[in-house]
């Protein structure tokens, strides 16, 4: 059972930046793939970006793309999302989410969620 939990949440103005970090219970992290997804208010949860194991060839959602930057520390068993130029869209709950496959099928694990809220 992997255990997730979110942290880096917060209030930032249109055009700044924000880092998302998740932390992994999980001594095998380093087989997993990670994901980050979001859900804004009223709407259904949606694919951010993803990383395999070994840290390259990310993926991302076309919304993010150069943007965002998933990135991972297996050492640590961390995962990190660096959104910048935020837009006011980019508002809501960030979960951080793990797959055993890549590319990815099937996100079983899940954090809490952390809230990242745009103004604009």
């Known amino acids: 059972q992997v255990q997730l939990v979110e942290s880096g949440g917060g209030s930032v103005q249109a055009g700044g930046s924000l880092r998302v970090s998740c932390v992994a219970s999980?001594?095998?992290?380093?087989?997993?793939?990670m994901g980050w997804f979001r859900q804004a208010p009223g709407k259904e949860r949606e694919f951010v970006a993803a990383?395999?194991?070994?840290?390259?060839?990310?993926i991302y959602a076309d919304s993010v793309k150069g943007r965002f930057t998933i990135s991972r520390d297996n050492a640590k068993n961390s995962v990190s999302l660096q959104m910048n130029s935020l837009k006011f869209e980019d508002t809501a709950v960030y979960y951080c989410?793990?797959?055993?496959?890549?590319?990815?099928?099937?996100?079983?694990?899940w954090g809490q969620g952390t809230q990242v809220t745009v103004s604009s």
């Open positions: 989410a793990a797959d055993r496959n890549w590319p990815p099928r099937a996100f079983d694990y």
């Open positions: 999980e001594r095998t992290f380093s087989r997993y793939t």
């Open positions: 990383v395999r194991w070994s840290g390259d060839r990310p």
